[in-house]
Nanobody, 125 residues
Framework: QVQLVESGGGLVQAGGSLRLSCASSGRTFNRRPMGWFRQAPGKEREFVAAISWNGGSSYYADSVKGRFTISRDNSRNLAWLQMNSLKPEDTAVYYC??????????????????WGQGTQVTVSS
């Protein structure tokens, strides 16, 4: 079992930054790829970023490329999403997730077994 808890969300002005954290309990964190997704009201949950089990590879949705950075520290069972140059359209509930395999399908929600409860990010214009 893997339990995930997100933190770090909040209200920020456009152009600002936030750093989301994802803390994991469970012994398999360091063998799992991690992903961040977001869901705005009335919209489907969408992929934001993914990182391989050892942090050696990552990729991003086009909408956040160059602004967001995903990272992890397996010794501390932590993952992060650094969000810079935030825009009002980044407003959503952000979720971290732990998956089984890293690759071309890591942008699909079905590639992940475990999910956190989400943290709200609101960007004002």
């Amino acid at each position: 079992q893997v339990q995930l808890v997100e933190s770090g969300g909040g209200l920020v002005q456009a152009g600002g930054s936030l750093r989301l954290s994802c803390a994991s309990s469970g012994r398999t964190f360091n063998r799992r790829p991690m992903g961040w997704f977001r869901q705005a009201p009335g919209k489907e949950r969408e992929f934001v970023a993914a990182i391989s089990w050892n942090g050696g590879s990552s990729y991003y949705a086009d909408s956040v490329k160059g602004r967001f950075t995903i990272s992890r520290d397996n010794s501390r069972n932590l993952a992060w999403l650094q969000m810079n140059s935030l825009k009002p359209e980044d407003t959503a509930v952000y979720y971290c997730a732990a998956g089984k395999f890293y690759g071309d399908s890591s942008n699909y929600t079905t590639s992940y077994d475990y999910w956190g409860q989400g943290t709200q990010v609101t960007v004002s214009s």
